[in-house]
């Protein structure tokens, strides 16, 4: 099994930047299929990025196009990171890491979630 314990999130002014980490123990996270989630209030989990097993990465369509959001991994501390640039009000919400040994990229399906840390922005 593995644990994953997010942070980073915050409150802070539109157009401003946020680094997401996600810490996962107890497990290598080369081994798994990683990604992000956030839940706004009143609005269902939207898949946001993951970061395939082999390299692939994979981008919610309605941040796709903007280039404001990075995923990326360091095998080598057991960390994934979301890099939001430009943030805006929209992108309130809570965001959840995930890991899977399976290949689910943004869905939903993740055996593995951290408690999530909120991002709040005005």
């Known amino acids: 099994h593995v644990q994953l314990v997010e942070s980073g999130g915050g409150s802070v002014l539109a157009r401003g930047s946020l680094r997401l980490s996600c810490v996962a123990s107890g497990d290598t996270v080369g081994r798994y299929c990683m990604g992000w989630f956030r839940q706004a209030p009143g609005k269902e989990s939207e898949g946001v990025a993951a970061l395939g097993m082999y390299g692939r990465t994979s981008y919610a369509e309605s941040i796709r196009y903007s280039g404001r959001f990075r995923i990326s991994k360091d095998n080598a501390k057991d960390t994934l990171y979301l890099q939001i640039n430009s943030l805006r009000p929209e992108d309130t919400a809570m965001y959840y890491c995930?890991?899977?040994?399976?290949?689910?990229?943004?869905?939903?399906?993740?055996?593995?979630w951290g408690q999530g840390t909120q991002v709040t922005v005005s």
């Open positions: 995930a890991a899977d040994r399976r290949e689910w990229l943004l869905l939903p399906r993740y055996d593995y």
